[in-house]
């Protein structure tokens, strides 16, 4: 049982390992950046006031976000926790997060910072692939599928994101740069901060992870 933020750049490699750690951990992954694209798929009026800040690579106003996060962590699956990927994204988002799991009377166990360098970030996310119908990551280069263009998991077909062009991956950087550090501060006063260079190969990053999942673990005895 433990709640955990992955924070980091656009192609840190959040969601490919928190999908690992979900699965790892048996817990519901929670990513902001997937539920958003769901609404804008499904036609929300949500999606519909989504998908411009999404295409242009801004954030999407946090009065948004946090009213379909409120609907997510009202469900019964986070209460063994959970993991989070694209929340926080500034510290307005932290404070509304601390807000939100207090009412439940949770608390974030612990914060895995993938740090990750700008030349990596580009090359990950120009070759990025994602399945049409289940949303599993994959990579042209780094990670393909067996059979190109078509997911190894559910068959589905896979696409390129609408914000992997190179000027939206630019403008997602500034403006994640524009306020991580004082996510980072806000969790480093907390203790609950913890950095890996996520630059490396998939599995040796999910294997600190999981040490890191260990060691902070409130039920460790
Ligand atoms: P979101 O979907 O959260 O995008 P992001 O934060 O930009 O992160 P990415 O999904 O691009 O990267 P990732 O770190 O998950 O990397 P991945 O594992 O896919 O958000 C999209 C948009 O939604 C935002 O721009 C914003 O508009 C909006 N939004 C979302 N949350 C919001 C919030 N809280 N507030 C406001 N707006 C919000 O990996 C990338 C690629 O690299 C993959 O192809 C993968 O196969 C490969 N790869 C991963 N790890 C490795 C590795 N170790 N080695 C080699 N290849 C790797």
Redesign the pocket.
């Known amino acids: 049982m433990i709640r955990i933020i992955l924070l980091?750049?656009?192609?840190?490699?959040?969601?490919?390992?928190s999908v690992k750690l979900a699965q790892q951990l048996s817990l519901p992954h929670i990513?902001?950046?997937?539920l958003?694209?769901q609404n804008v798929k499904d036609g929300t009026e949500l999606g519909k006031e989504?998908k411009d800040?999404?295409n242009k690579?801004?954030?999407?106003p946090?009065e948004l976000?946090a009213q379909m996060l409120v609907k997510r962590f009202g469900m019964d699956d986070v209460k063994g926790g959970f993991i989070l990927?694209?929340?926080?994204?500034n510290i307005n988002?932290a404070k509304t997060l601390d807000g939100i799991l207090k009412d439940k009377k949770m608390a974030i166990d612990m914060v895995i910072y993938?740090d990750t360098s700008d030349v990596v970030i580009i090359q990950?996310?120009s070759?990025?692939?994602v399945c049409s119908s289940c949303a599993a990551?994959?990579?042209k280069t780094?990670?393909p599928p067996k059979v190109s263009g078509v997911c190894d998991l559910c068959k589905g077909k896979l696409y390129q994101r609408t914000?992997d062009k190179e000027e939206t991956i630019k403008n997602?950087i500034v403006?994640y740069k524009n306020e991580v550090a004082a996510l980072i501060k806000y969790y480093q006063d907390s203790n609950k901060l913890h950095s890996l260079n996520?630059d490396?190969?998939?599995g040796i990053?999910l294997n600190k992870i999981m040490e890191l999942a260990k060691e902070n673990d409130p039920l460790k005895v």
């Open positions: 980091g750049p656009p192609g840190a490699g959040k969601g490919t390992q990513s902001t950046g997937d958003l694209r989504a800040y999404m690579g801004q954030l999407v946090d976000v990927d694209g929340y926080p994204r988002q993938l990950r996310l070759g990025r692939l990551n994959f990579h780094n990670m914000d997602r403006v996520a490396g190969d998939a990053v």
